[in-house]
C-alpha cells in the first residue's frame, strides 16, 4: 500500500549516472521493499519467489501451482530469457560467477522497474524474467526496447555478451515458455548482429535447426567423399558448394561473398558435384545437399573447427 518503509540514496561516482537511472532506481525500490516485507512478516523472500519460478520453468512444479503461490495475476504473460553465458578468457570461475550473478540482479532490477509483478529466476548460464499480466506483442516497441536497454545494462556492466530472447508466455504453461525461449536463444547466439529476438522474427531459423537436428545422424558417401577431398587437399569445395545451394545458384553472390572470381565459384561447384557424384537438376539431391553442407558447417562451428 501506501505505507513507506525506508529510502533508497544513489550516489553519482566516476562516471554520470546512466540514461533511465530514476526508472531503474524504482525497480530496486521494489525489490528491496519485498526483501523488508519478507524480513518482517515472515513472506515468501525474493530468493524463494526466485526458486518457485524456476522449479516451475523446468517442470519440477506445475505453473499453475507456481502462480497461484506466487500470487501472480491470471493472463497473459512475457517471458524474457536472457543468455549470460560465460565466454572464453573471462578468467577465473569464481570472478566469472561473480559477474553472473551481478548480471542477474541487473535484470531482476529492470524487470522489477519494468513490472511490478515481475519475477526473475536464474537457470545455469540464463535468467529468466516472467512479466505478469502484459499483454503486448513480444516484437512491439515497449518489450522491444525494455529487453535492448536491459541487455545494453548487462553488457555494460557486466561485460557479457548477452542475448534475449521474448516470447508471450501461460502462467500454467512455464515449461513450454522457457522450451520457446530457449530455441529463440540457441539461433540469437549464432546471430551477433541480432541481440534480441521474438519467435516470429527468427522462427524459420528455429525450424531449420530442429530439421538438422533431425538429419544429423544421416550420412551421404558422396558428400563424405568431398569432405575428405577438402580436407586431404585444404580446400573449400563443399563450402562453395553450401554457399551456391544457399543463395539459389546465384554466382555473382557466392562470388561477392568468398571473395573470388564468378569462374571460381562455377569450376569448384562443378568439381564437387563431380566428386559427391550429385545431379544438381535434381530438386531433391539439391535440397539433400544443402541441408546436410549445412549441417556439417554447423558442426564445425559448434567444435571450433575452421
Known amino acids: 500500500g501506501g505505507r513507506q518503509l525506508g529510502s533508497l540514496w544513489v550516489q553519482e561516482g566516476g562516471r554520470v549516472l546512466a540514461e533511465g537511472a530514476a526508472e531503474v532506481l524504482v525497480g530496486a525500490a521494489r525489490l528491496a521493499a519485498q526483501d523488508v516485507v519478507a524480513q518482517a512478516h515472515g513472506a515468501t ?4 519467489r526466485s526458486r518457485l519460478l524456476a522449479d ?9 501451482l507456481v502462480a497461484a503461490d506466487l500470487g501472480l495475476p491470471a493472463g497473459p504473460a512475457l517471458l524474457v530469457a536472457c543468455d549470460i553465458r560465460d565466454q572464453p ?14 548480471a542477474a540482479e541487473i535484470i531482476a532490477v529492470h524487470a522489477a522497474a519494468f513490472r511490478r509483478s515481475a519475477v526473475t529466476a536464474q537457470v545455469g548460464p540464463r535468467v529468466y524474467a516472467l512479466l505478469p499480466g502484459l499483454d503486448v506483442d513480444p516484437a512491439g516497441p515497449q518489450a522491444q526496447t525494455w529487453a ?4 545494453e545494462a548487462v553488457r555494460r556492466e557486466s561485460g557479457f555478451p548477452v542475448r534475449a530472447a521474448i516470447v508471450t508466455a ?11 525461449a530457449d530455441q529463440v536463444l540457441r539461433v540469437l547466439l549464432r546471430s551477433p548482429a541480432r541481440p534480441v529476438g521474438t519467435m516470429a522474427q527468427v522462427r524459420a531459423a528455429v525450424l531449420l535447426e530442429e530439421a538438422l537436428d533431425a538429419t544429423a545422424g544421416l ?41 573470388v572470381h564468378p569462374n571460381t565459384v562455377r569450376h569448384r561447384v562443378r568439381r564437387a ?19 546436410l553442407l549445412r549441417g556439417a558447417r554447423r558442426g564445425q562451428a559448434e567444435s571450433g573447427r575452421p
Not at 148 to 151: D, F, I, L, V, Y
Not at 170 to 180: C, D, F, V, Y
Open 56 to 64: 516451475g520453468l523446468t517442470g519440477r512444479v506445475p505453473g499453475g
Open 170 to 180: 501461460a502462467t500454467e504453461a512455464l515449461e513450454q515458455a522457457r522450451s520457446e
Open 148 to 151: 535492448a536497454e536491459t541487455t
Open 89 to 102: 578468457g573471462d578468467g577465473e570461475p569464481a570472478g566469472a560467477a561473480l559477474r553472473r550473478a551481478r
Open 219 to 259: 550420412r551421404h558417401p558422396g558428400l563424405d567423399a568431398l569432405a575428405a577431398h577438402d580436407a586431404a587437399h585444404h580446400g573449400e569445395l563443399g563450402a562453395t558448394l553450401s554457399s551456391y545451394l544457399d543463395a539459389f545458384g546465384d554466382v555473382a553472390i557466392v562470388a561477392a561473398q568468398l571473395h
Open 273 to 291: 558435384a563431380e566428386i559427391a557424384g550429385l545431379e544438381l537438376g535434381d530438386p531433391e539431391q539439391r535440397l539433400l545437399a544443402a541441408l
Open 45 to 48: 523472500s525474493r530468493g524463494s
